[in-house]
């Protein structure tokens, strides 16, 4: 009878596998004996990991990782990630918490769907249906870093080892891994960043799914000075393709902005950053006149637009939108200072001239004001004009998902100037809530994929019809060494 019920059961699993994604992932350890997932260092059992070793619990992280995405792929072929903890890149202040990417890219295989196109090589595995590179030690080249919480390298930070995603401070071990193992399955171009040439000379299957707004072409058809050029064009360079399109109303929240309603020669929508705490945006929104708040020159602050000190225009800032200068003091010392003062609102300047939207990490819960960040470009236009006068709303703008186009196109990662490692492999920081592939760690995701598995699935990690969600979604249709993530307090 046991016998029967088990046969029954093996037949109804031997039915539903199609249905269900599945794929092997399997963790070579790379490390010397003593170090990195052999260190012996004793250490208790935290969130769900068992290991009783520092080693032990690094490389049962990385197990636990690697199934939660091996049961969302499907694929007959065993995927070989060769891994190590080992020391990277790193400062007291901000560091490389991991880097990975395929070991090897490959063209015109059996049942390629694209001819000469490179793929990751766990992706054109799959689709080969056999492994391409059997004397590979590992088809995914992953390092991560032994050091942090050392002096020298993110000195205050530490990793989290537990498998339950309760970090609190801590850095989360295997939202680091999902990461990273994204980037080895295939969420890369080859393109070189700097200098806008192809790898070997043929495009790459991510490649041919950039796309460059601002001149309506995907990559794969620019020469290639004008990819050169599409990689620092902030804001116009997209991923399209099918399945992701359809997912962002879905994933992403409406798109925080800076309506700027006057004066008229500045009126129109400034791109923001937002923040980790204070008030919500909204799309009704908080909207009051612009005024620059004013502070002493002194010890916790070195100039007079930081609101590092308490304001000496209290008065004048009351009831309004106070304008400040990041540097220096914490973000939520700045919000604390202009709210103490009776603002309804902060906007913050950044000092340093960077294209993209700046993340505002901090966790304050006494703050109740809404806070967003504009470039330093636009906040020396919206200076230039306060005493002529400058009203704006902080909202939500409902018609555009925050992190995409107009057409429901994910925006990736465009800096300028470039940054190595992180330019156009990642998607744009300005995407809320926070994606896994974006290239800071946020301290709040899930371990969830969120869009970076429709994205593998149109790379070819699916063979189901797409369902066109979108008229737009033109079918089009990936590798190396990838370096990563960078993390920091960013005051
Ligand atoms: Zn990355």
């Not at 699993?13 to 004996?33: E, M, Q, Y």
């Not at 880097?99 to 766990?122: E, H, I, K, R």
Request: hydrophobic share 45%; with cysteine.
């Amino acid at each position: 009878m046991p016998f029967r019920n088990a046969r029954a059961a093996l037949l109804l699993l031997a039915i539903a596998a199609p249905l269900a994604a599945s794929a092997r992932i399997t963790i070579v350890n790379a490390n010397d004996p003593g170090v990195g997932f052999n260190d012996p260092t004793p250490a208790a059992p935290v969130g769900g990991n068992t290991g009783t070793t520092l080693g032990a619990q690094r490389l049962q992280a990385f197990q636990y990782a690697a199934d939660l995405w091996g049961a969302l792929l499907d694929s007959d072929v065993e995927i070989r990630i060769q891994a190590t903890f080992e020391a990277l890149d790193c400062t007291a202040t901000t560091g490389t918490l991991g880097s990975a990417g395929p070991t090897n890219s490959l063209a015109d295989f059996t049942n390629a769907p694209l001819p000469g196109t490179w793929y990751a090589v766990a992706l054109a595995n799959r689709i080969a249906g056999r492994d391409l590179t059997p004397a590979a030690p590992g088809h995914i080249r992953a390092k991560f870093n032994s050091s942090v919480g050392t002096l020298n390298c993110l000195a205050t930070s530490q990793w989290y080892y537990g498998l339950d995603n309760a970090h609190g401070d801590a850095i989360d071990l295997v939202s680091v891994l999902l990461h990273e193992f994204g980037h080895g399955l295939g969420f890369l171009t080859f393109v070189d960043a700097t200098t806008g040439e192809e790898f070997s000379g043929h495009p790459d299957v991510f490649e041919k799914h950039i796309r460059d707004d601002s001149l309506g072409k995907t990559w794969d058809t620019l020469t290639t000075p004008e990819r050169q050029a599409s990689t620092i064009r902030t804001g116009e360079v997209v991923f399209d393709s099918p399945r992701v399109v359809a997912a962002v109303p879905g994933t992403l929240s409406a798109t925080p902005t800076l309506s700027v309603t006057a004066p008229a020669s500045l009126a129109g929508e400034l791109a923001v950053g937002t923040a980790d705490f204070g008030a919500a945006l909204t799309v009704g929104g908080v909207a009051g006149d612009v005024v620059a708040a004013e502070d002493p020159s002194d010890a916790a602050g070195p100039t007079a637009t930081d609101a590092c000190s308490p304001l000496t225009n209290a008065a004048a800032v009351a009831g309004h939108v106070a304008l400040v200068d990041r540097g220096t003091c914490l973000f939520t010392a700045k919000a604390a200072t202009v709210q103490a003062a009776g603002a309804i609102a902060l906007i913050v300047v950044n000092n340093v001239a960077d294209t993209s939207a700046l993340a505002m990490g901090g966790d304050d819960a006494s703050i109740s004001i809404p806070l967003v960040s504009v470039t330093q470009a636009d906040g020396a236009s919206l200076r230039a004009s306060l005493a002529a006068g400058v009203t704006v709303i902080l909202r939500l703008d409902p018609d555009r998902r925050s992190g995409a186009d107009s057409a429901n196109r994910m925006l990736l990662y465009a800096p300028n100037p470039v940054e190595d490692g992180s330019s156009t492999s990642h998607w744009d920081t300005s995407a809320f809530p926070h994606l896994l592939m974006q290239p800071n760690l946020a301290g709040d995701l899930p371990h969830d994929v969120d869009l970076t598995l429709p994205l593998l699935q149109d790379l070819g990690w699916s063979s189901e019809p797409v369902v066109p969600a979108s008229p737009r979604g033109a079918v089009h249709e990936v590798a190396r060494e990838e370096t990563p993530r960078l993390i920091g307090p960013r005051p």
